[in-house]
Structures are given as structure tokens and as C-alpha cells.
Nanobody, 121 residues
Framework: QVHVVESGGGLVQAGGSLRLSCVASGRILRINAMAWYRQAPGKQREFVARCAEDGITTYVDSVKGRFTISRDNAKNSVYLQMNSLKPEDTAVYYC???????????????WGQGTQVTVSS
């Protein structure tokens, strides 16, 4: 099985920065893509950013120019550098592992438990 753990959330003032980390552990050979989603109170979970194994990234329009996603494939990790944070960025941020190839065979996809990000005005 695969275990996914996020960290780095916290309370920050508007305009501040945070860096989220996510590590996937287990019998993982490689991971197709890793992504970040977020869910604000009373709202549906929404896509934030995605990084494919080859480094190609995509972002939701609302975070372009402020957030940067990156990966360390050797560590099965993904990061989200969040700058110029706004109160509307407040949410629980979830790491999404998309198609981890397992040793000796099989695949796994799933989520971590999330990390809370709160941006005060």
C-alpha cells in the first residue's frame, strides 16, 4: 500500500507565503502525476495544480503567477510554494497521487489527509 502525508500548512497573513510538502511512501517504482487540490468550508474540492512525471505543470487560473508546484521524483514528493496568499486561498489542501506504479506490480491512486492553510486579512 501507499501512505501519503502532507505538511507545511498553517496560519499566515495576507500577502505571506507558505510551502506545502507531500511525500508518498510504500513500494513505489514511479508516479505518473502528483497534484494539489483544496477544499474550503462549504465548497467542493477544487483542483489547484498538477505536475506530471516529466515536469509539465498545470494550474488553476486563480493561482497562476502566485503558486509554483514542483516534484522530486527520487523522493516521491511534490511541493507547492504559495506566495502572495489571499484570504480566499484558505482551505484544506490535499495531495493527490495519480497512478503510482508499485513493486512488483499494480498501481495505486489516492489522497493524503490534508493540511490546513488559513490566510488572515
Amino acid at each position: 500500500q501507499v501512505h501519503v502525508v502532507e505538511s507545511g500548512g498553517g496560519l499566515v497573513q495576507a500577502g505571506g507565503s507558505l510551502r506545502l510538502s507531500c511525500v508518498a511512501s510504500g513500494r513505489i517504482l514511479r508516479i505518473n502525476a502528483m497534484a494539489w487540490y483544496r477544499q474550503a468550508p462549504g465548497k467542493q474540492r477544487e483542483f489547484v495544480a498538477r505536475c506530471a512525471e516529466d515536469g509539465i505543470t498545470t494550474y488553476v487560473d486563480s493561482v497562476k503567477g502566485r503558486f509554483t508546484i514542483s516534484r522530486d521524483n527520487a523522493k516521491n514528493s511534490v511541493y507547492l510554494q504559495m506566495n502572495s496568499l489571499k484570504p480566499e486561498d484558505t482551505a484544506v489542501y490535499y495531495c493527490d497521487v495519480v497512478e503510482a506504479l508499485l513493486d512488483p506490480d499494480g498501481t495505486w491512486s489516492g489522497w493524503g489527509q490534508g493540511t490546513q492553510v488559513t490566510v488572515s486579512s
